[in-house]
């Protein structure tokens, strides 16, 4: 998709300006251990030539979580969505990032520009330190089956295949088909007993919770729980993440971005939203006093995602019924149907992806 936005030339100027950010980026990370973004230059190739990019150019979560965002925040340039009929913006876990620059509503073309490049530099810079403070997935080469891409980082799209055979460890996990409290005490117990730093790290459905940890903890929780999910009633399946979002993991990688704000650059203060941004992370919407980056910092890296609560709070208590999906991807909306039920049909998404 991203190819595709590269070959129409009115993005041009856009990803011109996205590709010098990036070049920024790296030569401010400097010599720098595990995956880094890639240069501006060396992305430009990728897109240049379907199949320039080497194999497994994209599996780290720093790599996909940069053309990820790249994707949204072109999808978001003022002359390719109108935002004069939606109520509210939500986007699901890194989605959340381009939620919070549709809410802002840049017209001018300058003014967005200067927006998606402070965007760019948080979403990259969070990427790198979070995978620079866990110890990322265990050696692979033994396990069979093709390496599978990275993904958005932290949305519950099930890994290749869909199986829990054919899915590689790593340090996400989806588990479907137990309630979200079922599985908020089977974690809790496991923590107890196995002193074990596994989390619930996100509730997308009524039934479907992921979770979060060193691949080797839920490796062993997944053996310790070996009954729940012998008949095929609750299933497992690793994601395709390399890094631990929504986690206290990560709470380190926070300070450390925090400590390069400088560097970043600042994001217009919550109060200049002009849209109302939905938090994943509870019922409420972003208040005027809200720092920006801490909220991004916070709700991708630290806190863990109820999206079941918070797509139910944007109907019912605030009573939005237009609403831009962020995305990324189509998770979210089908996050959100699930969890509405038959009161999703009052719910008109429009999505940034055209």
Known sequence: MLGARFA???NAPFLDRMFRTLDALVEHLGPTPGPTPPTGARLRRWLAAPGAAPPGATDDSVAAGVCVHLMQLCDLQPRRTALDGVAAVLGHSIGLQAAIVAGLRPKRTDDFLKLAETSLRLVALSLVRAHQVTAGPPDLADVPGPPHPAGPPGVAAPARGGGESGSRPAPMAVVSGLSRDDLATLVERYRRESRRPVSVSLVNTPTTGVLSGRTDDLLHFRAHHEPVFRDGA???TFLANTVPFHSPHLAPAAEQVRR????????????ALRIPVYAADAPRTL???ADLVDEFLDQVLVRPVDWATASLHAVTDAGITTVLDCGPGPGARRFTRECLGARARELRFTSIRR
């Open 260 to 271: 390069e704000r400088d560097f970043v650059g600042a994001l217009p203060p919550a109060a």
């Open 234 to 236: 609750v299933r497992w």
């Open 287 to 289: 208040p005027p006093g």
């Open 8 to 10: 129409e030339p009115e």
